[in-house]
């Protein structure tokens, strides 16, 4: 049950990312490549906070990795950038869709098994996934779903290496440290979008500190707890949560493609996950 309870905390966080971004982009309160850098060096400054309570900052940098510090960066500043066409729920599809690709193929190569559940489960799920970009759905701009789909192979990548970590409080703190300055390095390459406001930069900090910073390491906890395709296949719960948070917060319809795929995605998990 507390695995269950941590898992579901996890995948309210990447949900609330969603949000949080289409919240600050669609009021052009920040730009994207201002949001991806403001995320990424406050999910740095509190996970660093974190691990000095608990007296770990002296070997905390030895427990990030170049490749899962480089996973995240691309895939925090794909997703900022792809959201500026995108609606909340269609991102958080294509982003979870693509990302339980990635785990799945990565496991599969890795030498997991997945059971004849997890199987049929991904397939009802992608099924649901389908839905959305059938003939009677509206299509999503080409160039935010090819940025989506790259941030879905950076978080794919950063979610399978977690499941090597020891240490997720220290590893994630590393990795957003290693991430931050190229974030940084990105706004002023890429300086695009709207002027900076107080509000805009608050979300961008709600993002970082809390939905990344401390639901990525909540993440990272319980990735060695759970089979790849496990992982990859209750993420995609994930859309679902988003396209409720737009439908309440961003006033975004709510379409008979999403009314018809969204128990087709939540059966899929429930299969892939019995016991």
Same mark, same amino acid.
């Given at each position: 049950m507390r695995l269950i309870l941590i898992t579901i905390l996890a995948l309210i966080a990447f949900a609330a990312?969603?949000?949080l971004v289409r919240i600050a982009l669609e009021h052009e309160q920040i730009g994207p490549g201002a949001f991806a850098a403001v995320r990424l060096v406050s999910g740095a400054m509190m996970l660093g906070v974190l691990v000095a309570l608990r007296g770990g900052v002296r070997g905390m940098i030895g427990h990030g990795s170049a490749y899962s510090a480089t996973a995240l960066f691309v895939y925090a500043v794909a997703f900022s950038f792809a959201y500026v066409t995108l609606d909340t729920g269609t991102g958080a599809l294509i982003l979870f869709g693509g990302v339980q690709v990635t785990m799945f193929f990565g496991a599969v190569v890795m030498g997991e098994r997945p059971s004849r559940a997890r199987w049929?489960? @991904?397939?009802?799920?992608?099924?649901?996934?389908?839905?959305?970009?059938?003939?009677? @759905?509206?299509?999503?701009d080409l160039l935010g779903a090819l940025l989506m789909s790259i941030s879905a192979l950076g978080w794919g990548v950063y979610s399978l290496l977690g499941r090597r970590v020891s240490v997720p409080l220290e590893a994630t703190a590393a990795n957003f440290l290693i991430a931050a300055p190229f974030g940084l390095l990105v706004w002023w390459l890429f300086p695009v979008g709207a002027e900076i406001s107080r509000s805009g930069v608050l979300l961008a900090v709600a993002s970082g500190a809390l939905a990344s910073g401390i639901g990525y390491a909540i993440w990272y906890s319980v990735l060695p707890q759970l089979k790849s395709t496990t992982a990859a296949i209750v993420q995609l719960s994930v859309p679902v949560i988003a396209l409720g948070g737009g439908v309440i917060l961003l006033g975004e319809a709510l379409t008979w493609a999403f009314a018809l795929s969204a128990p087709l995605i939540i059966l899929g998990v429930l299969i892939a996950i019995r016991r």
């Open positions: 990312n969603s949000i049929i489960g @991904a397939l009802v799920g992608l099924s649901g996934l389908a839905i959305m970009f059938g003939p009677t @759905a509206g299509k999503p």
